[in-house]
């Protein structure tokens, strides 16, 4: 992808891609997120909740993390956000709050 071939191949895909939303529109949007877990029994669990726009989510998300990262309070190796900074990580980020 990253070779003199396959550079134009790339911008040539990206340049379909629709643009994203405007500012204005990021600010004004939210997200809904739903999840379902269910065990091996049959047992289940979900949850609903409301988060700023998902481009605006990802960019604070990204930048939170990366602080993290930098300040060194993250666990050594891979792990999700949440396992990082903790399940109510999502819930710390204004606009985002649970609906169920």
Known sequence: ???PLGRPLVRAQLAKMPAGPDEAAREKGSALVYGRAETPAGESV??????VDGYKLTSITAATIAQAAAEGTLPAGFTTPAGALGADFILSIEGSR???
């Open 1 to 3: 992808i990253g070779s």
């Open 46 to 51: 979900e949850l609903r909740m409301r988060t």
């Open 98 to 100: 649970m609906l169920n």
